[in-house]
């Protein structure tokens, strides 16, 4: 088997990334958070928002009781606020310091790390940053 070439190899993953990311996920009952990056301060920033999943699988506001979409804006605050100027800054404030933690689910560790290490070499970069 011949190896591919590097533009050909990334390609390939992108693919299967694109693929990954239609998958069906189960929401972390805890609630979710919005990644974004401060390029003035130089930093990764997140904001956690607690969610109650309804009888429909659906995250809801615990204070209202009202659907959150999955895409779109939502007037709502934060009840945590972390930034860092790196994705192991900011994953070591969530993971390791933060208590109680924020997440009940491995897969939704994961899948913020990935996600936080994405925002990071964006900013790196100065490139978009557009969370999955």
């Known amino acids: 088997m011949s190896t591919p070439s590097p533009s050909a190899l990334a390609e390939q993953i992108r693919f299967l990334d694109e693929q990954l990311s239609k998958r069906e996920l189960a929401l972390d009952p805890i609630g979710y958070f919005i990644i974004y990056l401060d390029r003035e301060q130089h930093l990764i920033c997140t ?10 699988g659906l995250a809801t506001d615990p204070l209202t009781g009202e659907v959150i979409p999955a895409r779109g804006k939502v007037k709502r605050e934060p009840e945590l606020l972390t930034c860092g100027r790196s ?16 997440v009940s689910q491995l897969s939704h560790a994961a899948y913020l790390g990935r996600e936080l290490q994405r925002a990071e070499w964006a900013l790196i970069q100065g490139s978009e940053y557009v969370q999955d």
């Open 47 to 56: 904001k956690f928002f607690s969610t109650v999943i309804n009888e429909e």
């Open 87 to 102: 994705a192991k800054e900011v994953c070591v404030k969530l993971f390791e310091e933060q208590n109680p933690l924020l």
